[in-house]
């Protein structure tokens, strides 16, 4: 007797953090891997084997155009039954002091990257008429980010999208989830260059913890999904507060110099 084939999951930005979180889920949960990062992605594969799973790892630029045909052409046509787009970087300090490069990088990898290959995989769910997608947003799509400015731009431009896909997608069989995570415990802040400010230093989520709500709303097909009751808290206050003043609230988490205010 043959055995059965796993269903397939796809995670990106599974090297660290949230990410790799997911993809344990995943593996746990009885899917088999393709998983992508930027630098290293071998070590986490060697993590996730021991939970059963066979673990594709890619190391592909997401923000590159290549680097997102690349990940799907290591699909070799096989169904995709569940897509967890959570590769994305953060970009700290005032607009016009960041290095256009870094900036560029940002956009192209949070949001041309995550879209073009939503894109591309969301097609051939459709047309089969099942699969899952995990968008990797945040709250902080909810409010301007003074000295995380593009940051937070490109979380409200995923939360706003996850939320219009899924409307697009009502009763084709494909459910689309968005995973708003407060700040959580990875190397996120550390990259972005926010290790000075409130933000950096101040207590944050567990990774696992964020992971675990995020894969089992993309299990329910629920539509969105905030993790922790003081997020959830906060979203519900900023949904209700002038931008301006969000605008200045977040310029004393993330200015620089304010890990010590
Ligand atoms: N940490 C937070 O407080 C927080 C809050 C809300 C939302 N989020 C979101 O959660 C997601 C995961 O972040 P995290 O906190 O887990 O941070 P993290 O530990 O820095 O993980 C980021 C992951 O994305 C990958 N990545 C970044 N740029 C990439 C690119 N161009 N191509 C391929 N892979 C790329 C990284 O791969 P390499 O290691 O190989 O570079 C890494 O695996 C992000 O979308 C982030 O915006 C985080």
Not at 157 to 178: N, Y
Not at 211 to 233: C, F, P, T
Request: glycine share 12%.
């Amino acid at each position: 007797m043959g055995t059965l084939a796993r269903p397939l999951a796809i995670v990106t930005g599974a090297s660290s953090g949230i990410g790799l979180e997911l993809a344990k889920h995943c593996a746990r949960g009885g899917y088999d891997l393709l998983i992508a990062a930027d630098t290293d992605i071998e070590e986490a594969a060697q993590q996730l084997r021991p939970f059963g799973a066979t673990v594709e790892p890619l190391l592909v630029d997401l923000a590159k155009r290549e680097g997102v045909d690349r990940l799907y052409d290591a699909i070799q046509g096989r169904p995709v039954a569940a897509l967890l787009a959570n590769a994305g970087v953060g970009l700290g300090r005032a607009f016009l002091d960041q290095d256009w490069e870094q900036i560029k990088f940002l956009i192209d990898t949070n949001v041309t990257g995550t879209l073009y290959l939503i894109h591309r995989v969301g097609r051939d769910m459709r047309s089969r008429g099942e699969g899952k997608i995990l968008i990797t947003g945040s709250i902080a799509g909810f409010m301007p980010g003074t000295y995380q400015a593009v940051y937070n731009g490109t979380k409200a431009l995923l939360d706003s999208f996850s939320f219009a896909l899924r409307a697009e997608l009502k009763d084709s069989g494909v459910t689309v989830t968005c995973l708003m995570p407060g700040v959580t415990e990875s190397e996120f802040f550390e990259r972005a260059d926010l290790m000075d400010t409130k933000y950096g230093v101040q207590k944050k989520q567990p990774a696992s913890e964020v992971a675990k709500v995020g894969y089992e709303a993309m299990l329910r097909g629920d539509g969105e999904v905030i993790s922790g009751w003081q997020n959830k808290l906060r979203a519900a206050i900023a949904s209700v507060t002038p931008a301006g003043l969000l605008a200045e609230q977040h310029r004393r988490l993330a200015g620089p110099g304010t890990a010590n205010r």
